[in-house]
């Protein structure tokens, strides 16, 4: 018997005994390989749970008189608008289909630079509180507003790390997979000014010129994603994915002292003391991504 004929028998024996092998010899994805990435994300920035809580603490004076204190505080959930960006992406990852199989097991690492900013212009933060005269005066309530001219969220770094499985059909393989993320937010409160209806004036500025307080850090989060790729050739591949990201709580809090001026107040006393607060909100992120890959 010829070495040809030898072959194609051998060749027909091991495709009655082992049909998944030959079936998984016929995809046209690669048995495994790591490839790296880049490509365009379509991003939607979506603010969720937003509180921002404010309190003022404050001492009058008439000269170097103390003739009363007080206090007024309270919360509101600002509404930032969703932002929508077109930003670069990338991806380094690995697969490896499994033996005698149409699935595959992989992951990979991804970086979108988001570069969205929502913002929430003239926030009013309601207070409630109340003063007292010295010395030994009745205590008398009163309202008013801590106004932020703008609440702004930035987020622009996010990092992911996804394991994914897989199933291979001819040219492509389909996947879906979860797993941790980083995003980095820069949160911004500009303009603050505390307003107090007290006295039977409305609007009364009581912290004078207007403070500034943000912070910046990386917020942990997950990541659920699926996508679809086509392999071009058996070391290109064009990767289509979305991703939707959970981010945890920013929770900073600010404080700083004030003193108003009593002659661009248009009163004679002077008010102190310490305007503080915090803010608290989290994320919502959706992207698109389109991406070509190279396999090695």
């Known amino acids: 018997m010829s070495t040809a004929i ?22 046209g994805v690669p048995a495994s390989g790591f490839y790296a990435g880049a490509g365009v994300s379509a991003n939607l920035v979506v603010p969720t749970n937003q509180t921002i809580f404010s309190q003022g603490v404050s001492n009058v004076f008439q ?8 206090a007024a505080g309270g919360p509101t959930n600002p509404r930032p608008p969703t932002a929508a960006t077109i930003s ?61 001219r703008s609440y702004q969220i930035t987020a622009d770094h996010q990092i992911a790390l996804v394991p994914y499985v897989g199933y291979t059909f001819d040219r492509s393989y389909v996947y879906f997979g979860a797993g941790p993320s980083l995003t980095h937010t820069d949160v911004k409160l500009s303009h603050v000014v505390g307003y107090a209806d007290i006295n039977g004036a409305v609007g009364t ?22 996508g679809a790729t086509y392999f071009l050739t058996p070391s290109w591949f064009v990767d289509f994915g979305y991703a939707f990201t959970i981010t945890d709580l ?23 003391g310490v305007l503080s607060g915090s803010y608290t909100g989290g994320l919502n992120t959706h992207a698109l991504t389109v991406s070509i890959n190279r396999r090695f």
């Open 250 to 272: 920013w929770n900073p809090t600010y404080s700083s002292p004030f003193s108003n001026d009593p002659m661009a107040a248009g009163v004679t006393y002077q008010t102190s």
């Open 6 to 27: 030898r072959a194609l028998v051998i060749a027909g024996v091991m495709a009655g005994f082992c049909p998944s092998l030959v079936q998984a010899q016929e995809t």
């Open 88 to 148: 670069p992406s990338a991806q380094l990852g690995y697969f490896q289909r499994l033996n005698e199989s149409r699935w595959l097991l992989g992951g990979k690492l991804t970086y979108n630079y988001i570069a969205a900013t929502a913002t929430d212009h003239y926030v009013a933060v309601p207070q409630i509180g109340s003063f007292t005269q010295v010395p030994g005066g009745p205590i008398t309530a009163f309202t008013g507003n801590v106004v932020v």
């Open 63 to 70: 000269g170097s008189t103390l003739a009363a204190y007080g």
């Open 205 to 226: 500025n009581i912290t004078g010129a207007p403070a500034t307080y943000s912070s910046e850090q990386w917020l942990i989060g997950a990541t659920f994603a699926v």
